[in-house]
């Protein structure tokens, strides 16, 4: 995703469907349960993938809610079961007795892991209001600390963004959302150099004129919003068309489920 970029595996796929696996040599002639070698065309994914539909007993799709529909519509005419993982504007709420040291590692990892290009990646921040002047400063400090690297090794924190497209899509909403009026509290830049990379961002006073308010960013942005009770938190979570994710961080395991639930 998106799927250009996954020739490699197409690549791979082509192979087998040829009779060979990645690494040239010869796999058990078999009949596949699903349509995977019309996929490909000379190494190359095409969109969407309707010759697995036509042909699966069973689709899984992970992808953007447009091409969802066409999914679930094709699936729907066969009569075929179907799961669908698709956009995403994921909440984590930091109620007021949560650990803050925990919740910022955890706020940390959710926005940023992948370059914040997971599907259940957290895009909104929800902080109660009586424990934000202790969260916000930490979190920013430790996004401000994270290391930005080409490495193909572990140690850096966060790599690049899957094509030179996306970085403008991140920028895009951010750049919005400032022209606008949000607070920008650490990053937003593109980094110079070869690849697409761009500093991982927190915004805050993000108001829903904004595309950072209700779009999808998929990349390493998040938005902070400051609540006064978990029912606001709940409300805001919700103000969405998405739902895929969220979490919630709280000392208080009941208090924490009422409000996942």
Not at 28 to 53: N, T
Not at 78 to 101: P, Q, W
Not at 178 to 195: E, F, Q, Y
Request: aromatic share 6%; hydrophobic share 40%; charged share 25%.
């Amino acid at each position: 995703r998106p799927w250009p970029e996954q020739r490699g595996a197409g690549v791979a796929l082509h192979e087998i469907g040829e009779g060979e696996d990645a690494r040239g040599e010869e796999v058990a002639d078999q009949e596949p349960d699903v349509a995977v070698a019309e996929l490909v065309d000379q190494g190359r994914m095409q969109p969407p993938g309707q010759a697995v539909i036509d042909g699966g007993d069973y689709v899984c799709f992970t992808g953007s809610t447009p091409v969802g529909r066409q999914v679930a519509a094709s699936a729907a005419e066969r009569l075929v079961s179907f799961s669908l993982e698709l956009g995403g504007k994921n909440s984590l709420y930091v109620a007021d007795d949560a650990d803050v040291d925990k919740a910022v590692e955890g706020a940390v990892r959710s926005c940023f892991a992948s370059a914040g290009q997971l599907c259940i990646s957290t895009e909104r921040v929800l902080v109660h209001e009586a424990i934000a002047d202790r969260f916000i400063p930490k979190f920013v400090a430790a996004v401000e600390a994270m290391v930005v690297s080409t490495d193909l090794e572990f140690g850096p924190d966060m790599g690049s963004l899957v094509s030179p497209e996306q970085l403008e899509t991140v920028t895009r909403h951010v750049d919005d959302a400032v022209a606008k009026g949000a607070t920008l509290l650490t990053g937003g830049k593109k980094i110079d150099g070869p690849g697409a990379y761009v500093q991982p961002t927190l915004l805050t006073d993000v108001t829903p004129d904004m595309r950072a308010y209700s779009e999808e960013l998929f990349g390493p942005a998040g938005v902070i919003y400051k609540v006064e009770s978990a029912q606001q938190a709940i409300e805001l979570a919700n103000s969405s068309a998405y739902g895929l994710s969220g979490s919630v961080w709280s000392a208080d395991l009941d208090k924490a489920r009422d409000v996942a639930e």
